[in-house]
C-alpha cells in the first residue's frame, strides 16, 4: 500500500494524476491531509474538481509558525504510519508537512518518495528551500521535472534513485485546461487577454506592512485590469495592517474570493500576462503559455527567466518597476523553441507509476 501525505494547494495538483494511476491500476493507498490548507475553497474545492478520493484521514494541523505546523504534524504523520505502515510514502514539493512526513517517515524506516525533487532556490533564507533539501536527502527516490533538478541533486551527491519523468503539474495542466467555462472572467467583465491574473500571498509579502504598501503602490501603475483571487493569509494581513480599504479602492482590481483550479486555468490561459508570487502559479503561467511576472527574489525556474519567460519584480527599485512596465506592455507570441518539452510530455505519472511498481512489487487490492 502507498501513502501519500499533502497539506495545501499546489500538493493537491500534484497529487491528482499521481494517487489517479495508481488507483486505474488497482494498487492500495492511502491520501493524508496535513490540514495546512483547511479552508473549503483552499482545499476540499481541489479534491471535488480534480476528481481526488476523499482524504482518508485528515490531521487539522491548521496555521501556526514553521515549527508549530512541523511539530504538529510530525506528531499526528507518526501515528498513521503507524496505522497503516505503507511500503512507502510519496512526499510532494517543499511545504513544512512535506519535511513533517520525511522526518517522520525515515525515523519509521519507511521508503520515502519525493515528487518534485532537486528544486533549489540557493538561498536558506527561503524556508521552503530547508524542507526540500531534507527530503531530497532522505529520500530512496526522487522525481524530478526537470534536467536543471538533477543537475542540482547530483552536485548535492545524490545520483541514486533519481529519475527525470517530467512535472505532473502539466499532467494535471493538460487533462483539465479545456474545463473552463469562463465563469471568473465574466464576473469580473473581462476581455480576453486584456487583463492581468495576480496571486499574492508568500510570506516574504505579507509579514510587513511595508512591503505589503509598496505592493499596493506598483499595482496603483499597473495600466491592465487585474483580477485578483485573494488568499486567505492574505486578506488576513490586509485587514490587520488597515490595508484592505486601499487595496480594494484601486479601480482597475477586481477582487474574487479563492477560486478552484478549473475556474484559475481558465483565467490563466486566457489573460494577458501573470503577476504572482507562487513559484507554482509561475511555472503554470509557462503551460498556459502567459508570460509572467514574479513578485519574489527566487530563481525556482532558471529556464524560464533566462529565456525572459519569468522576469523578476524588486518593488523597492525604480529601475526594476520600470522594467516590468516595459515587459507588462509587451504581446506573449509564442513559447521559444528552446523550451519545448523542459517539462516532459503530459506523462510524468505514468512514469512514476511504472517506476513504483517496478520498485516496490505492488499488489493490486
Known amino acids: 500500500m502507498i501513502m501519500h501525505i499533502v497539506g495545501n494547494r499546489p500538493q493537491f495538483i500534484k497529487l491528482a494524476p499521481v494517487s489517479k494511476e495508481i488507483r486505474k491500476r488497482g494498487y492500495r493507498q492511502v491520501i493524508i491531509h496535513t490540514g495546512q490548507h483547511y479552508d473549503a475553497n483552499m482545499s476540499d474545492v481541489f479534491f471535488e474538481e480534480l476528481g481526488i478520493a476523499k482524504p482518508d484521514q485528515n490531521l487539522a494541523i491548521g496555521s501556526g509558525t514553521h515549527a508549530e505546523m512541523t511539530g504538529k504534524a510530525m506528531i499526528a504523520i507518526e501515528k498513521v504510519l503507524m496505522e497503516y505502515w505503507p511500503k512507502c ?3 510532494y514539493g517543499d511545504t513544512d508537512s512535506t519535511l513533517a512526513g520525511a522526518i517522520a517517515t525515515v ?3 519507511i521508503p520515502i518518495v519525493h515528487i518534485e525533487a532537486g528544486i533549489r532556490t540557493n538561498s536558506l533564507k527561503n524556508p521552503e528551500e530547508t524542507n526540500r533539501i531534507v527530503t531530497d536527502h532522505l529520500s530512496q527516490i526522487l522525481f524530478c521535472s526537470d534536467q536543471d533538478s538533477v543537475k542540482n541533486l547530483k ?8 529519475y527525470h519523468v517530467g512535472d505532473v503539474m502539466y499532467d494535471t495542466f493538460l487533462q483539465y485546461k479545456s474545463l473552463g467555462n469562463g465563469t471568473a472572467q465574466t464576473r ?7 487583463y492581468i491574473l495576480m496571486t499574492w500571498h508568500r510570506k516574504e509579502n505579507t509579514q510587513d506592512k511595508n512591503r505589503m504598501l509598496q505592493i499596493i503602490r506598483f499595482l496603483e501603475k499597473v495600466k491592465y485590469q487585474i483580477v485578483y483571487p485573494m488568499h486567505p493569509r492574505t486578506k488576513a494581513k490586509l485587514i490587520e495592517y488597515n490595508l484592505l480599504g486601499e487595496l480594494e479602492q484601486i479601480p482597475h482590481i477586481h477582487i474574487l474570493p479563492p477560486i478552484g483550479y478549473t475556474e484559475m486555468m481558465d483565467l490563466m490561459v486566457n489573460a494577458h500576462m501573470v503577476l504572482t508570487d507562487s513559484g507554482g502559479v509561475s511555472k503554470e503561467s509557462f503551460f498556459a503559455g502567459v508570460k509572467c511576472v514574479l513578485m519574489v527574489d527566487l530563481d525556482l525556474w532558471p529556464d524560464l527567466i533566462k529565456k525572459h519567460w519569468i522576469i523578476k519584480l524588486d518593488v523597492d527599485s525604480e529601475k526594476s518597476i520600470a522594467q516590468v512596465m516595459d515587459f507588462m506592455s509587451t504581446k506573449t507570441d509564442h513559447i521559444p523553441h528552446s523550451l519545448e518539452g523542459i517539462y516532459g510530455n503530459g506523462i510524468a505519472s505514468v512514469k512514476i507509476a511504472d517506476i513504483l511498481e517496478e520498485q516496490y512489487k505492488l499488489k493490486k487490492e
Open 89 to 91: 510514502v510519496i512526499l
Open 155 to 162: 552536485m548535492e551527491g545524490i545520483t541514486k534513485g533519481v
Open 188 to 194: 469580473s467583465g473581462l476581455e480576453k487577454k486584456e
Open 107 to 109: 525515523k519509521m524506516e
